[in-house]
């Protein structure tokens, strides 16, 4: 079974900077699909970003340029770095993960869907005031 366990949440002004990490097996680490969703309350998950154990990543517009993933096999962690935070970033951030991932014509898309993942973390909040 995979687990997952993020942290790194916080409170954070309009501007700044938080770091998330997603700690795992370093098997999943290595050779799963991983990515971040959010979450507010009354809406649908939103992907923010996801890379594949290839090394490619997707991110969608509204965080392009912002939002980074990364991963470090050694400390069996998936991160997401995020910078220059704005009030629309704050939600729920969930950590994901999939043996596959989503579809090439997905990934070709952009496409970052809650069911292509079959494992979730707990979460962690992140709030940016203005």
């Known amino acids: 079974q995979v687990q997952l366990v993020e942290s790194g949440g916080g409170s954070v002004q309009a501007g700044g900077s938080l770091r998330l990490s997603c700690a795992a097996s370093?098997?999943?680490?290595?050779?799963?699909?991983m990515a971040w969703f959010r979450q507010v309350p009354g809406k649908e998950r939103e992907g923010v970003a996801a890379s594949t154990n290839g090394g490619s990543t997707l991110y969608p517009d509204s965080v392009k340029g912002r939002f980074t993933v990364s991963r470090d096999i050694a400390k069996k962690t998936f991160y997401l770095e995020m910078d220059d935070l704005k009030p629309e970033d704050t939600g729920m951030y969930y950590c994901?993960?999939?043996?596959?991932?989503?579809?090439?014509?997905?990934w070709g898309l952009g496409l970052l869907q809650e069911n292509d993942f079959d494992f979730w973390g707990q979460g962690t909040q992140v709030t940016v005031s203005s």
């Open positions: 370093a098997h999943t680490v290595e050779n799963y699909a």
């Open positions: 994901a993960a999939d043996a596959e991932g989503p579809s090439p014509s997905a």
